[in-house]
């Protein structure tokens, strides 16, 4: 049956290595639903966040492909109960006094306000961003951009740190 995953790969930041990455996916015929890139907090560390929906062997077999890639350091991989999970969306909407009581009542943030639109920021689950864009459809929405999932675990425990620990050869840098 499947299921959503969210799928975090530590790596050294290698040029080519998002694309060996996403060729797993393309190989396996699964779906990308979201994907981040960014530093983690460990220094020479990039961390990559991907959503998918699959099946719980499908996943593992695309974790353990995923690990092999030489500049890999550790893949995990989660369901949506183990993390806390946001994305952030921005809203460029026409200018419209209105708006204000759906602004405080959302808990949107104004990013800039021009004679003709205003952009609004709204960080949230996908279904509180998705819902907000419904809201402000009537109100004529010029652009609407919602970013890929980033995510943390809830445990106390830094799995990667963990790794590193125990592992202390698997770092080149």
């Known amino acids: 049956m499947e299921k959503e995953y969210i799928i975090t790969i530590f790596s050294e930041n290698k040029v080519g290595l998002l694309n060996q990455i996403t060729i797993v996916f393309t190989y396996r015929d699964v779906n990308i639903e979201s994907l981040t890139a ?3 907090s460990i220094p020479g560390i990039y961390k990559y966040t991907v959503v998918v929906h ?5 996943v593992e077999k695309l ?3 995923i690990e092999k890639k030489i500049d890999v350091l550790k893949v995990f991989v989660f369901t ?14 026409a200018r419209n006094k209105n708006i204000e009581n759906l602004v405080r009542d959302q808990h949107v943030r104004i990013l800039e306000v ?4 205003i952009v609004l920021e709204k960080t949230g689950h996908k279904k509180e961003t998705q819902a907000l ?3 402000l459809k009537p109100y004529g929405v010029y652009q609407f951009v919602r970013s890929g999932l980033v995510a943390v675990i809830k445990s106390k425990r830094e799995l990667m740190t963990e790794f590193l620990k125990s592992n202390p050869d698997s770092m080149s840098i």
């Open 38 to 40: 960014s530093e983690s």
């Open 54 to 58: 699959t099946d719980p062997e499908k």
């Open 63 to 65: 974790a353990k492909q």
């Open 80 to 93: 949506p109960d183990e993390l806390v999970l946001q994305e952030i969306a921005l809203y460029k909407v």
């Open 114 to 117: 021009d004679n003709d639109y």
């Open 133 to 135: 864009f419904e809201l």
